[in-house]
């Protein structure tokens, strides 16, 4: 059996993971992703580099505090959202990567209250819903943005034990148990929500679906991709497959 990944793996994961996330369109100009090596050390995406032409030496090790390892005492940090993923590591013990991006049919479905239904395979995976930020403090005085440890943990508490989160009028947080889970389950969601979109432009009124049907599918606990880790596996490695 294989060990766990040393840190050079771990940077060339996540290097695959920024390409695909551009490519296959869950990921814009900005956005970042990072994975938890230690309580208090993480590998995080700076700002500053781009999805596609990233390189496992551009990745910069961060602290709790948004310190750079090995940088200047209270230099910038590579990232100003970077409580977003601190938040969401010290809420979340059993999470080792996490993702902020703005995909755009996500942060649509979440701006005009449309509600997930289990319509299609992707929106089975979400079928008991996404949970979304709402601070309309942090909207108006922060731009949406998550810059400090108090707003990150409002924003921890409300994405709870779910595979992902939205932020109103803002993006996503994704969040997993690894690098390949945190882009298969905001790819699936990315895709989910294109389909959310599309059955709601038809004009049907919610739901759509046989409210028996969609409770039952909500409650089946086989119904997020955290859940499935040989099926997420297998995804990671034909997202791999088609954009790298």
Request: charged share 20%; hydrophobic share 40%; with cysteine.
């Amino acid at each position: 059996m294989p060990g766990p990944p040393n840190e050079q793996q771990i940077k060339e994961d996540l290097v695959k993971a920024c390409k695909v996330l551009f490519k296959c369109g869950v990921a814009d100009l900005t956005g970042h992703i990072s994975y938890k090596l230690g309580d208090n050390r993480f590998l995080i995406k700076p700002r500053a580099v781009n999805w596609l032409t990233l390189t496992a030496d551009d990745l910069v090790v961060i602290d709790s505090n948004g310190g750079v390892e090995g940088g200047v005492a209270g230099g910038e940090p590579p990232e100003i959202e970077w409580p977003i993923h601190v938040g969401v590591y010290q809420a979340r013990k059993d999470v080792t990567s996490v993702l902020h991006a703005h995909p755009p049919d996500s942060t649509l479905v979440a701006g005009l209250g449309i509600k997930f239904e289990p319509l299609t395979r992707e929106l089975y995976f979400y079928g008991d819903g996404v949970p979304v930020y709402r601070s309309i403090d942090n909207l108006v005085h922060e731009n949406a943005q998550i810059k400090t440890m108090p707003r990150a943990k409002e924003m921890a508490a409300v994405l709870g034990q779910n595979p992902a989160l939205i932020l109103l009028y803002h993006g996503t947080v994704v969040a997993a148990d690894t690098i390949g889970g945190v882009v298969v389950s905001s790819y699936i969601l990315e895709r989910a929500a294109s389909s959310m979109l599309k059955a709601a432009a038809t004009g049907k009124p919610s739901p759509m679906v046989d409210p028996m049907l969609q409770e039952a599918m909500a409650t089946n606990s086989n119904a997020t991709p955290l859940g499935l880790p040989n099926v997420v596996a297998e995804r990671w490695e034909m997202l791999k497959a088609y954009y790298l």
